[in-house]
T-cell receptor, first 113, second 119 residues
Framework: SAVISQKPSRDICQRGTSLTIQCQVD?????MFWYRQQPGQSLTLIAT?????????ESGFVIDKFPISRPNLTFSTLTVSNMSPEDSSIYLC??????????FGPGTRLLVL | AQTVTQSQPEMSVQEAETVTLSCTYD???????LFWYKQPPSRQMILVIR??????QNATENRFSVNFQKAAKSFSLKISDSQLGDTAMYFC????????????????FGTGTLLAVQP
C-alpha cells in the first residue's frame, strides 16, 4: 500500500477565492488521481495526474477550474479556482502504485460560503 | 461504459451478527478488478477487499468476504461477527484491467450503502 497525506484537512473559504490542496505520498508513483465527493454523494474522478505530462480531465471538469500540478513522483496539487458554494465537497487524492489498487488520502473537506 | 449499482442505501445489523451488502455492475470488459471501500465518519476511504475478475476463488480478508458471480455481474460483501467499528458507508467500485502507466485505471463507484452496527 502507500501512506498518503493531504493538506489542508479542511477549510472554509469565501466565494470567488481559490484553494490549493496538497497531496504527498511516501513512495514514488506514476499516477495520482483527484476525486470529488459532493455532500451525500459518491466519488467522482476529476483528473489523473502523471508526472511530466499534462493532467487528463474527466468530462465535466476543466483545467481552468481545477488546475493540477505534478512536479515529482511523490507530490501533486489540485487548485479549486474561483470557488462557489457548489464547490463545497470533500476532495480526495489517491495513488495506484502497481496499477491494480487505489489507495486514498484522508481527504480535504471544503466549505465555500 | 461501466456502471456500478448498490441497491441498498441503508442497512442495519446487530453487533456480532452477519450482514451482506449487495453490488451489481455492468461491463463488456473481461479483465477487471472489483473493490469494496469503507468510509467511516472520519471520511477516510479505506480498502476493505479486492477481487480480480479472472480469479474464480472469492476473496477473503478476516471477517470480510465476497461472493463474486462473474456471469451474473454480482459482487456482494459479507461481514461476519459485525463490530461497532464497522459502522460506515460502504462503496463498491470497478476498475478496468489496464497496462500500468497506460490506461487511467479509473475507479467507478456505486452510490454506497450506509451500514449501522447496533449494540
Amino acid at each position: 500500500s502507500a501512506v498518503i497525506s493531504q493538506k489542508p484537512s479542511r477549510d472554509i473559504c469565501q466565494r470567488g477565492t481559490s484553494l490549493t490542496i496538497q497531496c504527498q505520498v511516501d513512495s514514488q508513483v506514476t499516477m495520482m488521481f483527484w476525486y470529488r465527493q459532493q455532500p451525500g454523494q459518491s466519488l467522482t474522478l476529476i483528473a489523473t495526474a502523471n508526472q511530466g505530462s499534462e493532467a487528463t480531465y474527466e468530462s465535466g471538469f476543466v483545467i481552468d477550474k481545477f488546475p493540477i500540478s505534478r512536479p515529482n513522483l511523490t507530490f501533486s496539487t489540485l487548485t479549486v479556482s474561483n470557488m462557489s458554494p457548489e464547490d463545497s465537497s470533500i476532495y480526495l487524492c489517491s495513488v495506484d502504485p502497481f496499477g491494480e489498487t487505489q489507495y486514498f488520502g484522508p481527504g480535504t473537506r471544503l466549505l465555500v460560503l | 461504459a461501466q456502471t456500478v449499482t448498490q441497491s441498498q442505501p441503508e442497512m442495519s445489523v446487530q453487533e456480532a451478527e452477519t450482514v451482506t451488502l449487495s453490488c451489481t455492475y455492468d461491463t463488456s470488459e473481461n479483465n477487471y478488478y472489483l473493490f469494496w471501500y469503507k468510509q467511516p465518519p472520519s471520511r477516510q476511504m479505506i480498502l476493505v477487499i479486492r477481487q480480480e475478475a479472472y480469479k474464480q476463488q472469492n476473496a477473503t480478508e478476516n471477517r470480510f468476504s465476497v461472493n463474486f458471480q462473474k456471469a451474473a455481474k454480482s459482487f456482494s460483501l459479507k461481514i461476519s461477527d459485525s463490530q461497532l467499528g464497522d459502522t460506515a458507508m460502504y462503496f463498491c467500485a470497478f476498475m478496468k484491467h489496464g497496462n500500468y502507466g497506460g490506461a487511467t485505471n479509473k475507479l467507478i463507484f456505486g452510490t454506497g450503502t450506509l451500514l449501522a452496527v447496533q449494540p
